[in-house]
């Protein structure tokens, strides 16, 4: 009895598997559709961009350049949501100078105020580019109240630079399905 379970379960892997990854033939492939966005990237190298959108599963099942720019909102989505809480628990450490606490909270405000433009209603309505710059001034804000404050910890240099790149990505998405024959 032991062994018909195991041939089920593989079997039923094998199933899943095959109806959940898309044949060659069907719509547009992945890799394609990927390529477009990461040649539209600005400050980021192209490989970069590749690795980065193809490491995401949700990237292996797109099958139109709507769905890429879908799951590049969602990542930038995720990535801003967790930069705000990466500021908010720096502001929990003991070890931070109290003059920099404004531009932390202020910075971690700032980040969960551009979650809000990283939505996926601009794709329909056709305000994605608009909404994505917007998130994009909210950082520009931050950093700039940072470098103000005179803010000098790595991990907020690297925090924001991960950030950019998240937005880059993105903002290429956004263009490529904005302007298509770009």
Known sequence: MGSRNTVLFFAAIALFAFLHFPSQTEATP??????KVCAQTVNLSYEFCVNFLMGNPKSL????MKAVAENALD??????DDTSSFFAALLKREDINPASRAALESCSSLFKQ???FLNL???SGGTASLDVHSAL????????ELSAANVSIKSVAAKLEEWRNFYSIASAAVRVVENPEN
């Open 75 to 80: 990542m930038a989505r995720r990535e801003t």
């Open 61 to 64: 099942l797109v099958n139109n």
């Open 114 to 116: 551009a979650v809000t």
């Open 121 to 123: 209603n601009g794709l």
């Open 30 to 35: 992945p890799t394609e559709l990927v390529s």
């Open 137 to 144: 001034d909210k950082a520009t804000e931050c950093k700039s």
